[in-house]
């Protein structure tokens, strides 16, 4: 079974403050994406990832795609209270057109 | 934009019920997607659609059924719902077969089952 793990679970920060997520697997993905999903809302689309060792820029958002294209991570710089909400990986393995998702970070920035 | 609209953001229903949640995508994808969402269990797959009448199990299909006669509507039926169906169910899209495009949500039915 292929599984995406996402760490930390919680993330609880100043407004200011930098921080970064995880995203790991064993297995290797064809492409990652990034989703935001505010509370009540459904997950929007921030990024997708294909190329090992690829780095995407979103305003203060960076992402990065592991050169062995099994993890990936996302950096805030100066996160802001509008960047709030849980943050999900998913992984495309290629082999069918389901995506394999980690269960989130949930990110709190408090003003 | 892509929008994806789901007919219901908030439902009650009683046990043993047959529950319709309706999906229209506006943007012409071929693949549409249903999944429930609950705390610490994430995102789980229901079932999906690749086109016009086909459908395919995901990873927790029992208890539903699905339905796409048109590409641009895809419906999640719970035929006797139960007390362990309240979730909140989100609907998907993608672009195209043969590569995973980013997926687009609708805004989500919370359902409770009571």
């Known amino acids: 079974t292929q599984l995406l793990e996402q760490s930390p679970q919680f993330l609880s920060i100043q407004e200011g403050e930098n921080l970064t997520v995880y995203c790991n697997s064993s297995s290797v993905f064809s492409s990652l994406q990034w989703y935001r999903q505010e509370p009540g809302e459904g997950p929007v689309l921030l990024v997708t990832?294909?190329?090992g060792g690829e780095v995407k820029k979103l305003k203060r958002l960076t992402f990065q795609f592991g050169d062995a294209r099994k993890d990936s991570s996302l950096h805030i710089t100066a996160a802001q209270p509008g960047d709030t909400g849980l943050y999900l990986c998913?992984?495309?393995?290629?082999?069918?057109?389901?995506?394999?998702w980690g269960l989130g970070t949930s990110l709190a920035v408090n003003p | 934009d892509v929008k994806v609209t789901q007919s219901s953001r908030y439902l009650v229903k009683r046990t043993g019920e047959k529950v319709f949640l309706e999906c229209v995508q506006d943007m012409d994808h071929e693949n549409m997607f249903w999944y429930r969402q609950d705390p610490g269990l994430g995102l789980r797959l229901i079932y999906f659609?690749?086109?016009?009448?086909?459908?395919e199990k995901g990873d927790i299909p029992e208890g539903y059924s699905v339905s796409r006669e048109k590409k641009e509507r895809f419906s999640l039926i719970l035929e006797s719902a139960s007390t362990n169906q309240t979730s909140m169910y989100l609907c998907?899209?993608?672009?195209?077969?043969?590569?995973?495009?980013?997926?687009?949500f609708g805004s989500g039915t919370r359902l409770t089952v009571v």
């Open positions: 659609s690749y086109d016009v009448k086909m459908k």
């Open positions: 998907a899209s993608s672009l195209s077969a043969g590569r995973t495009y980013g997926y687009t």
């Open positions: 998913a992984g495309d393995a290629g082999n069918n057109r389901k995506l394999i």
């Open positions: 990832v294909v190329t």
